[in-house]
């Protein structure tokens, strides 16, 4: 069984956002789209169930 995003986090300009996985161990960036999609342009290992949460600025 897996789990939706336990962070996420998108640029003030709304260009691109980033999801936190913890029981997958990874960090997802997707690249938004005209039509409102997304589309996933990279993926990170992080450590499994990671305290760290995103923040941006």
């Given at each position: 069984m897996t789990s939706g995003p336990s962070d996420s986090w998108i640029t003030p300009d709304g260009t691109?956002?980033?999801?936190?996985?913890?029981?997958?161990?990874?960090?997802?960036?997707?690249?938004?789209?005209?039509d409102g999609s997304l589309k996933e342009i990279g993926s990170v290992?992080?450590?499994?169930?990671?305290?760290?949460?995103?923040a941006g600025f």
């Open positions: 691109y956002l980033y999801q936190i996985y913890g029981n997958a161990s990874k960090l997802v960036s997707y690249s938004t789209q005209p290992k992080i450590p499994y169930n990671s305290p760290q949460g995103l």
